[in-house]
């Protein structure tokens, strides 16, 4: 039997037991929904191949997809807002990099240093993962489907699942009570 180890939303410690290692990933993504997180953020941020990023399942890691009033694609993770950015591919005699998507923020004076990277100047910003080169990888992908398709299909599957819930509209205010009127 696997144990892992969860920091809950509201910081508390949970212990799960996982029957087997090909349940892992099962676990992490039921607990990651919740905003769950089983470990700290790598120096660096999460590795990815480049071919997930688009249909990445952000709760293996405790986080989600949100897109902000602006329209910018951000994730959430453990209170944090992480920006979407497209970095160009790099070819110098000092280093060769292929294209990436990176998910960052900037960083704050209570973020441990081994997460702190440095930019042009002194201004300091967090990775939470990047993806870059290497090849697919289906366990990271959304569950259902396949590949590319992933995102059309979820989005398909999940406008009848919404068209079936009740529409939540704002909630009105009760009518005045005169002052000997029981509230029951």
Request: aromatic share 8%.
């Amino acid at each position: 039997m696997l144990h892992i180890e969860f920091l809950t939303d509201l910081g508390a410690r949970v212990t799960v037991d996982v029957d087997s290692p090909d349940k892992l990933m099962d676990v992490q993504r039921q607990y990651g929904r919740l905003g769950w997180t089983s470990g700290d953020i790598p120096s660096g941020g999460y590795q990815f191949p480049l071919d997930n990023e688009q249909d990445f399942d952000w709760s293996l890691i405790g986080a989600r997809k949100w897109t902000n009033p602006e329209g910018e694609e951000m994730v959430l993770h453990r209170g944090h807002a992480y920006r979407r950015r497209e970095l160009e591919a790099v070819d110098s005699r000092k280093m060769k990099l292929p294209a990436a998507v990176k998910y960052s923020r900037g960083a704050k004076s209570t973020d441990p240093e081994h997460v702190r990277e440095k930019s042009d100047g002194e201004f300091e910003y967090v990775t939470l993962a990047i993806f870059r080169g290497g090849k697919r990888q289906e366990k990271f992908a959304l569950p259902g489907g396949t590949g590319a398709q992933r995102p059309q299909a979820a989005a398909s599957a999940a406008r009848p699942a919404q068209q079936a819930r009740p529409q939540m509209t704002a909630a009105k205010p009760a009518p005045r009570q005169n002052e000997e009127d029981t509230p029951f």
